[in-house]
């Protein structure tokens, strides 16, 4: 399997703009710029979507983890918060909430762990990742 998406930019780093899109069309020449990346402007940027990609591909291997387990979720929802600080993307923190019955949180910790150190975005990025959650 192979997935891609492109990437537009024109003009100088600070001034310029691009636009995004995905293979799938969901992203679809969505625009990112320096305002949206160091400030608050509109659109996207790679650090945001990092954190997607990232909160995105840990929830559906916990899923996955807790569904072999016998347990599966009622609901997940994962934040990913990416710091990059220095021109360097530094930390992953993923903050979970989660609806899962019969599960001891012990039991629950050690799925979470798995997840958090074998999704394939977890495995992609060289920095640190961490997680937290609330069970129930």
């Known amino acids: 399997m192979k997935r891609k998406a492109t990437a537009v930019w024109n003009g100088t780093g600070k001034e310029g703009k691009g636009h995004l899109t995905t293979q799938s069309t969901v992203l679809n020449k969505t625009q990112y710029s320096f305002g949206s990346r160091f400030e608050e402007g509109i659109g996207t940027n790679p650090e945001e979507l990092i954190a997607a990609a990232h909160a995105g591909c840990f929830t559906m291997k ?70 937290e959650f609330t069970l129930n």
Request: glycine share 6%; aromatic share 6%; with cysteine.
């Open 62 to 131: 916990l899923s996955f983890n807790l569904t072999k387990a016998g347990f599966p979720p009622e609901e997940l929802q994962t934040e990913g918060q990416i710091t990059f600080e220095d021109g360097a993307v530094t930390k992953s923190h993923l903050v979970l909430k989660a609806k899962v019955a019969g599960i001891s949180e012990t039991h629950f910790a050690e799925l979470v762990k798995d997840a958090e150190l074998n999704c394939p975005i977890s495995k992609l990025l060289n920095t640190a990742i961490s997680a």
